[in-house]
């Protein structure tokens, strides 16, 4: 069984950036390939990016540019680097592991970008 826990998430002001992390544990965290997903108010949940466990990324066009996924499987845990935000990126952001079958998700972790 693995357990995701996301922090990070909070009230930011639009252009600004914030940091999102999601430590895993109970199980061997480098073979999983990571994800993190969004949901806002009234909409079905969203891939926002992905790594794989060779550290292959890939983004949804809406964060191409802006937003930088990465993992350090050191300290199992995976990152959500988000830049110039948009009251648009507005969302309950979650971390998901995944292999061969294997689906396995966080609470989810709110973040507001407002002014």
């Known amino acids: 069984q693995v357990q995701l826990v996301e922090s990070g998430g909070g009230l930011v002001q639009p252009g600004g950036p914030l940091r999102l992390s999601c430590a895993a544990s109970?199980?061997?965290?480098?073979?999983?390939?990571m994800g993190w997903y969004r949901q806002a108010p009234g909409k079905q949940r969203e891939l926002v990016a992905r790594?794989?466990?060779?550290?292959?990324?890939n983004y949804a066009d809406s964060v191409k540019g802006r937003f930088t996924i990465t993992r350090d499987n050191a300290k199992n845990t995976a990152y959500l680097q988000m830049n110039s935000l948009k009251p648009e990126d507005t969302a309950v952001y979650y971390c998901?592991?995944?292999?061969?079958?294997?689906?396995?998700w966080g609470q989810g972790t709110q973040v507001t970008v407002s002014s």
């Open positions: 998901n592991a995944f292999r061969d079958g294997h689906d396995y």
């Open positions: 109970g199980t061997i965290f480098s073979i999983y390939h």
């Open positions: 790594i794989t466990s060779r550290r292959t990324t």
